[in-house]
DNA sequence: TGACAGCCCTAACGATCGTTAGGCAACCCC
DNA sequence: GGGGTTGCCTAACGATCGTTAGGGCTGTCA
């Protein structure tokens, strides 16, 4: 292994060394999964011994929240605010869902991590990170109930509508190929367009009536 | 731990345990990820030694094989052959989505798993896995084709449409909640009349012109 | 020049990992 | 009632796990 050639001591940048290992950490989490890399591994592949990561890391549970983190708040702080930016209803969920998309294509490591070793989290950790994703998920279906009334969107249910998008919007973090046929941007134009024609299309027929008024799902 | 409470020597029923041992498999690995569960632990909560679950499986990984498999199989062998079926283009895809959903509903435990851990299969039980999930991708494109051509839907790229249509039906694998607001047939009516609009909606601009012929993405 | 922090090392701890060897008791069929 | 199969057991293997203790080298800064 030992992928980094200059071990012989030198200092090198200051600090990065941290971002450094997180960023070898999220690929091989995502490779292998958490519990898939040990220490060991991780320390080989940075060319350095397991014991020394833990210098910059308490544990492996918190080199792991260092890897989801990034993604979460990115979501919370850089795209959620475009919502209360200027423009339409449509123009305004359109950009979000460009930059959620542009941001996996950024991130993939990260976000593939972020969607599936959550369960390794201590349950503090855990909760913590499920908020944002929660305020992410309740301020898109706020957004959609907003534009409803607003005449622009036609929707039968904003928080059903939130969480189809959300599962649409995260489909490209798992079969993303940076060499496939289409770039992330192609993809985001293209997923925009999708998530603001389905709520501008008339409504279809829905059968029964179910818009009972407890929490989530 | 120890579930069982017949656990004096009585057989019970006949090849059952097997299925039950992988019902088991399926939920724990689920909740703890495959790496996350050990034998002991498997064999814990099943009322019996690590060693013994060798006598119903050859290794860990065979194990994991068998929970996997169930998903992939009637996805090819059920939900598939629906787009063969009697109806419109629009009536067959809404039945496939529809039965997608509801399998998912009945299979939650295999289907999380079926998800996330595919990369601890050795290749080639990978290979076979992921050759059918490219038969259903490719089936789901081909089928909205036609319903271009037969101008019943609108739509400027299907092979993406049918990611968009995977990514959107498998979401709810990952939220679903068997106690919350809206039933699996709830939710699977929905996201079919989800997909059906999308298509039959007429379609947006899209900038640049973008249909190269490689394989994939 | 000396104090000090940053960064890495060797060595080892107790625990847990997947797996194998070999045996014992209860059932089925002839 | 003897042979075979099924389903579980105890005991143990070598490897690997996350983590800690303690030491040493290299730079910066007073």
Redesign the interface.
């Known amino acids: 292994m030992n992928a980094d050639p200059s071990q012989g001591g030198r200092p090198a940048r200051a600090g990065s060394r941290k971002s450094e290992l997180i960023a070898l950490a999220s690929r091989m989490f995502r ?6 890399v040990g220490m060991r591994a991780l320390a080989d592949a940075a060319g350095m011994q397991a014991a020394s990561l833990y210098h910059h890391f308490r544990s492996k549970e918190e080199l792991l929240l260092h890897t989801i983190y990034v993604v979460d708040r990115d979501m919370v702080v850089e795209q959620m605010p475009l919502l209360d930016g200027p423009g339409s209803h449509a123009e305004r969920l359109a950009a979000l869902v460009r930059a959620h998309i542009t941001h996996i294509g950024a991130n993939r490591d990260a976000w593939l991590v972020a969607g ?2 959550l ?2 989290l201590s349950p503090e950790r855990l909760e913590a990170v499920q908020s944002y994703r929660r305020d992410y998920q309740r301020r898109i279906a706020r957004h959609i109930a907003e534009g409803v009334e607003a005449g622009e969107f036609d929707c ?2 904003p ?3 939130g ?2 998008i ?3 919007i ?3 973090n ?4 940076p060499a ?3 770039t992330i941007e ?2 985001a ?3 925009a ?2 998530v ?3 709520l ?9 009536g ?1 818009t ?1 008024r ?4």
């Open positions: 490779e292998h999964g958490y519990h898939g599936r070793e369960r390794a039968p249910d928080r059903l509508a969480l189809a959300l599962d649409l995260n489909g490209p798992e079969w993303f190929d496939g046929r289409l192609e993809i134009d293209r997923y367009d999708m603001v024609r389905q501008t299309a008339p409504a279809r027929t829905v059968p029964g179910l009972t407890d929490e989530d799902t």
